[in-house]
Nanobody, 120 residues
Framework: QVQLVESGGGLVQAGGSLRLSCAASGRSFSRYTMGWFRQPPGKEREFVVSVNWSGNPYYADSVKGRFTISRDNAKNTVYLQMNSLKPEDTAVYYC??????????????WGQGTQVTVSS
């Protein structure tokens, strides 16, 4: 069993930055693919980014060049650095985890979500 706890959300002006963290409990964190989804208000949940256990990232086109995912296996934590934020990035951001080399939908594990609001 894996538990995911997000932190770092908040309110930021357009053009600003935020860093989200996701702390994972449980064993074998380094063998999980980790990632982030988001759910904008009134819309369906969508993929944002993932990083497999080899450290290879995969980004949605909407965030390429602005968001960076990283993981610290010693701390069982994955980070999402979000720069040049836009109002359309406003959403609840969910950390996700799947064993193995990819991130499925739905993933095996979800965090509780953290709100990110970008004001114009």
């Amino acid at each position: 069993q894996v538990q995911l706890v997000e932190s770092g959300g908040g309110l930021v002006q357009a053009g600003g930055s935020l860093r989200l963290s996701c702390a994972a409990s449980g064993r074998s964190f380094s063998r999980y693919t980790m990632g982030w989804f988001r759910q904008p208000p009134g819309k369906e949940r969508e993929f944002v980014v993932s990083v497999n256990w080899s450290g290879n990232p995969y980004y949605a086109d909407s965030v390429k060049g602005r968001f960076t995912i990283s993981r610290d296996n010693a701390k069982n934590t994955v980070y999402l650095q979000m720069n040049s934020l836009k109002p359309e990035d406003t959403a609840v951001y969910y950390c996700a985890a799947d064993p193995g080399y990819g991130l499925g939908y739905p993933p095996q594990y979800w965090g509780q979500g953290t709100q990110v609001t970008v004001s114009s």
